[in-house]
């Protein structure tokens, strides 16, 4: 499913919801909007909001019986927050712009900050996950208000879920008088208590996904290769002399897969080019060398146009002994064959070297092509001519092999694949709104760090009025552009290349 087919369906969901909702305001007019007001229920335009207040008692008394716990637990947090964690995001924040802004700086220790949108640069099946895990993040993020705020006695109004297109947010209402009769320190507490359960969560997500291998272990084998789960509609490894379903993949041009990391490392190395090491004498009893022809982009051509199983490979000199054959010399041959027992490589880092007897034979291709041999268990190589991105996006894999057919309807690497994107989203919640931008819980963390300033300094309302503007529309007006530019990046940019 692409981009464009998930925003039809996101229109459609919401043209939809806007046609019963204004059918039903017009035809039953007053049971409809008792039913609203009961449920909580209201409807917009590409949003709808759901609040309620079923919740307030529980997390009040959650929050009372562990008071000795959180009242720590929010101390630790907000001096974490204010001092580490408010810092790191002004400094990923100016470090983003001068690396996408001054081509001259190139800061290699910057983290990697970019919108994700199913569709675009994750696919668009995994809509759920993505929509659980901004779901998860935003309602622990807010129960972090809800819970300090409840230390401190502040009446907390309604929780609720506000969903803009397909991007949940919740959010909780406090009583402004209570909040605002507190001192400056226990505002900050709660301001900060959110992002401080952000920080928290994408600690915790982190250590389930580096740990889930051993909590599986009883159920799932591991470390024994990965195994093909399914594949895009596009992929061109899905063919009759390709990948199939439930292939055990054991190495990729001789880079041994234990497990899913190795699998992206070896298609990482994948662009390593290497020839294959191959005797003499087969050389001597296969070569089909026609004339050599060269075409326009320097890649020879060896091989007769009609053979599609040859290739042409060129013979690298070793660097390290003195060799009667000399590179420019070629061969046609067929790599199946030639990688049927094993596969040697040979490369330029090791200096082309092979073992006795034997030459090296790098195929002839382009910049753009590469030869990528997949080892499989219990069946033969399969040889790809293409690009290692092509595996890494359109080939599924798993890392788990279920010991009982009883669980093999359900894979760790669902959980997996929700922590990862539950640390990325909480994070990314946690960074931007510990920043000074207006709506956030940065706008209020500034404007009372401010006041803390003030009191310090002996200043009057002026003075604090003066630097909460200047420092939230400094910060909104940089924050802001930001995220329309990474949206813009990622869809009309990375997804154009």
Known sequence: MSFTVLCSFVLAFYVVLWFFDSFFKSCMHYPYYAFLEGTGLKIGVFNFTWKTTAFNRFIYRWSKNLTRVLRKWFNFGFIFAIALFLPFAIWTLLNFIFEHFHESIQINSVPEVKAMLPGVNIPASDFWVYFMAIGFSSIFHELGHAAAAAQEDVQLLTVGVYVFAIIPIAFVELNTEHLNSLSITKRLKIYCAGVWHNIALAFIAMLLFFSAPILFSIAYKTDIGVRVTGFTSDSPLKNPRGLEDSDVILSINGCPIKNAKDWSYCLHVAHDRYGICTSAEYIAQNDEIMMETIKENDVVE?????????????????????????????????????????????????????????????????????????ERKDNHAVLYLGLPYDLHKTVFVDQYFPRSAIISFFSPMQFEKLLRYIFIFSLGIGLLNVLPCYGTDGHHIARNMIQWLALYLNKNGDFITFFTVFTVVVGTGITVPILLYLFYKAIFIDNYY
């Open 302 to 374: 060896c091989c007769r146009k009609d053979d599609l199983y040859s290739f042409c490979f060129e013979y690298m000199e070793p660097k390290s002994v003195v060799d009667t054959v000399l590179a420019g010399q070629y061969s046609c041959l067929k790599p199946r064959d030639m990688v049927k027992s094993k596969l040697t490589k040979c490369t330029e880092a090791n200096g082309y070297t092979c073992p006795r007897n034997m030459h090296c034979l790098k195929p002839s291709l382009n910049n753009q092509t590469y030869l990528l041999i997949i």
